[in-house]
């Protein structure tokens, strides 16, 4: 067993009887960063060490744009930001140097050069460098385990978890994988089968609502009550994203 679950976020999470349990607690985890990151912590070494290095990718930054605390995100962004140029002008003095080296090659002869292609492919790793990104991937990977962890050792959380609405694809993919590689032979069959079934009847009610959500446009329907369908647009892209848009 890894050490330290936290298994509390998972149980209120399915308590909260949502689309996606690990989207909740993802959301909650990017709205605790920000909060880090822009709150009194801001000029704290250890932090602006992480930042300078890594940045934030532009899912992130456009969290923090509206946070609320303008010259924390301007000092924390300028650092950042002269530490990138440093990194950009040793990658484009290299593109410089290979357009240099191919002088006179026709372009049939560049197409395809792996070495020409590779500044723009390391600028695009810089800017899609992120330090919640980075913190975001190690601990959903702790969440997903502990939902594994908790099926395997509490009957309670079992129940809970085949009477869920199942997860956003994203997250089922991370689930089947993390399950494949971690979770006890003894559970993992029943597992696999109850997780794939709760996603078939989820995607399939969604897409009832979704569908009915396009209906209640025809006239003859106009007078019909909407149901659970009033939100179905949002719910169907969070079902099939993971959390995107608000619900
Ligand atoms: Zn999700
Ligand atoms: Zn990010």
Known sequence: MREHLDTMPVLEAYDADCEC???????????????????????EPSHRVEVNEHGFCSRHFAMMYPAGNRLGLALITDTY???TMKKI?????????????????NVFKRMGDKRLMDSGAEIMKVVDDCVFCKR????????VYTVI????????????????KGMCLPHFAQTLNVAASEMSAKNLAGFTDTLCRLMRENLERVEKDLEWFTLKFDYRNKDKPWGSSQDAVERAINKLSGQTVES
């Not at 607690?25 to 990151?37: G, H, S, T």
């Not at 002008?89 to 090659?105: C, H, L, T």
């Not at 962890?149 to 869920?164: D, M, N, Q, V």
């Open 136 to 143: 975001l991937n190690a601990n959903m990977d702790r969440y």
């Open 149 to 164: 962890y908790l099926y395997e050792h509490e009957s309670g959380f079992r129940e809970k978890f085949a009477k869920s």
């Open 81 to 83: 930001m002269r530490e």
């Open 21 to 43: 349990p690990l989207c909740r607690i993802k959301a909650k985890c990017e709205e605790q960063y920000v909060e880090n990151f822009l709150g009194g912590s801001v000029m």
């Open 89 to 105: 002008d040793i990658i484009a003095s290299q593109a410089v140097a290979n357009a240099r080296s191919k002088a006179g090659e």
